[in-house]
């Protein structure tokens, strides 16, 4: 990090640009936590830098000329200097999407720890313009804005204190680190949650996660917003990208509570998993089921009303697909339960996602070790025969070899056939 940020202060310097490191990296950093994410604020055309510092990093550098902002997304040598940099061709890409506007495209950040893959956003001093409730701020003049006047337009005061990158000197002109040390959200203007409700869910999660408290009159701005119904203008696309970022925090549980208490939940139509639910999911992801990037949908099943799973969210078709099939299973979970063949088993697990399978193996925990038993054996079980020998056989190819196959798979997983001659001699069995 420290690498990165002296070649960034270097060709600040060169090129006489004030360049900020902004946001939760400067608020995590003081609270001894790590961020994964950089954002940068430049006095001048944030654009512009972008590219100087592609020049510097190589990298795919994706502009967003509606918000001056950029995204340069570059590959490290190694995961475990997770800075130290390697050159590779640049890249450039346009974006004039106004919902990935600068808010939301950290959200990769987290994903990319794991990789080799960093990004580094960077933005131009700004002012906004509303254009109306939980609409994106219109950016207005994005040169010669200086950096006390961007830190206005932003969310809480803890999210104003930033890094000069060159001096190397903490710069807080709105009071944050006060804040900070008193574990407050505060907003920084009486309109701030009208203007932009998706603050209202930051607020939350930054409450659920540093262990702070909202102050009382951003608390009661917040309770005000969300009675005036201002979260449900939101596209169900921000909604979304709020929840999702909820989901990945560790401390999702405290934060749904907080949601419920403030009333967010309910109007969601999203309900408040019970506390054993979260931390079976937890203990489960660790066992055995592969790691996947969606995670947090598995927590997202247990939030939602399988009869009806929230207007104000959107979903993919295959989540929604998900979704329906645990509807559907809920009701034939007790039998489930009581089925002892391991071919049965296998016919009603075998359909389901990897996030759908954690998800019961977590809701029932009855149901965990047959769960378990499905992933771990019975779909390893590979036959020893194969269409070629159906073919052999004197059969048609078409749609009945899956179904063949299947039979002699339902026969094996129930321990009748051992050797691949048994299996021919079944399948001479079933077609003669
Ligand atoms: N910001 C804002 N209003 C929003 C979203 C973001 O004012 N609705 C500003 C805040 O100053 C914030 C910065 O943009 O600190 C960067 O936003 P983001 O990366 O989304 O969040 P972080 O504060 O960096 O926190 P985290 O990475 O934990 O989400």
Redesign the pocket.
Known sequence: MEETLDKIAAIAKKNNIKAYV????V??SLLGRK?F?V?ITVEGDGMAFGKMLQKEFGGLLCQHSKFKTASLTFTTLCSSKPFALCHSEPFICHSERSEES???I?DK?REESLSNKKTI?IASCRKEKYLGIAELPEVGICHGVSLQEDLK????TI??IVLDIEAKKIIDLLDGRKDLDSKLIRVLHPKSFVD?P??IF?AL??AG?LGFELEPVTKSLALDAIKKGLIKKLSPKRIRDQIV?ILKEYERQKILELMHQFGVLTQLGLKLPEDKLFKSIDKNLKLAIRPSDHQWFVYLLGIINFENPSEFIVFTRLELQKIERLHKLETSITSLETIKKPSEVYKLLNNLSNEELLFIASAYPKLKSKILKFLKVYQKVKLNISGKDLKQLGIKKGPLYKELLSVVLYAKLDGKLQSRKEELEFIKKEVL
């Open positions: 902004v946001g939760g990296a608020r995590d961020d994410g954002d600068q808010h939301t950290h950040s956003d337009r932003r969310d809480f999210n104003t932009d998706t603050r930051r999660r930054f996660k970022l």
